[in-house]
């Protein structure tokens, strides 16, 4: 029996910004896996019960910061290059020192976010008409699923600067929050909500 309507969304105020990169427990890059792995793999590990929904939609919150990263760092392993840089250092060093940035944070984060929005071509564009092929032939574990990436517009006033330091904090929620560029926690929720419920699907929000 098929499952009720259901709408994954992935990728939203989870995302991080760290001034240094650093190691997971995984052994991954602190930013790579909380802003783009994470979202990944969940969106895998409940894909069976999307697909038995009747219509379920796959919504992952993105940024337009991915338009920044220069073509030199837009690396499927660039993370996992880094990573080993660090893994490497530490065994020289025998500390937990990070290895030296080969990009800034923001460069980094904004990697992070192209790394999302590949995930959505590729699921669009690859995984789901297969899905729609084994369907055709016969298969009952594909019904209806739509993948959309939406971005809901610069929110300052999340944690995404929960790891600046407390000037970078206080500037970001008191001072950038009144910028014209920025949008509030509200806006940037209805945005996400009318792509959710099909209302906003193949149109541009925002950018942020």
């Known amino acids: 029996m098929a499952s009720p309507r259901l709408c994954l969304i992935t990728g939203g105020n989870t995302a991080i910004i760290t001034a240094q990169p650093t190691l997971t427990g995984d052994g991954f890059d602190t930013m790579y896996q909380v802003n783009h792995l994470g979202h990944f793999l969940l969106s895998h590990l409940l894909l069976p019960q999307l697909l038995n929904s009747d219509a379920a939609r ?47 944070a923001m460069q980094r984060y904004s990697l992070t976010k192209l790394y999302n929005l590949w995930f959505t071509k590729h699921m669009a564009a690859a995984v789901l008409p297969q899905l729609e092929h084994s369907h055709d032939n016969g298969s009952s574990s594909s019904r209806r699923l739509v993948v959309n990436a939406v971005t809901p517009g610069f929110v300052p006033t999340t944690e995404l600067s929960r790891y600046a330091g407390p000037i970078g904090r206080f500037a970001m929620k008191h001072i950038i929050s009144w910028a014209p560029f920025a949008v509030t926690v509200q806006e940037a929720a209805n945005r996400v909500a009318a792509v959710c419920d099909g209302a906003a699907e193949g149109k541009t929000l925002a950018s942020g």
Do not use: I, R
């Not at 920044?68 to 065994?91: G, I, N, R, S, Y």
């Open 58 to 104: 796959l919504v992952v919150v993105g940024s337009q910061q991915y338009s920044t990263v220069p073509l030199e760092l837009a690396d499927p392993l660039f993370f996992h290059k880094l990573a080993a840089q660090q893994q490497q250092q530490q065994q020289q060093q025998g500390t937990a020192a990070a290895a030296a940035a080969s990009a800034t």
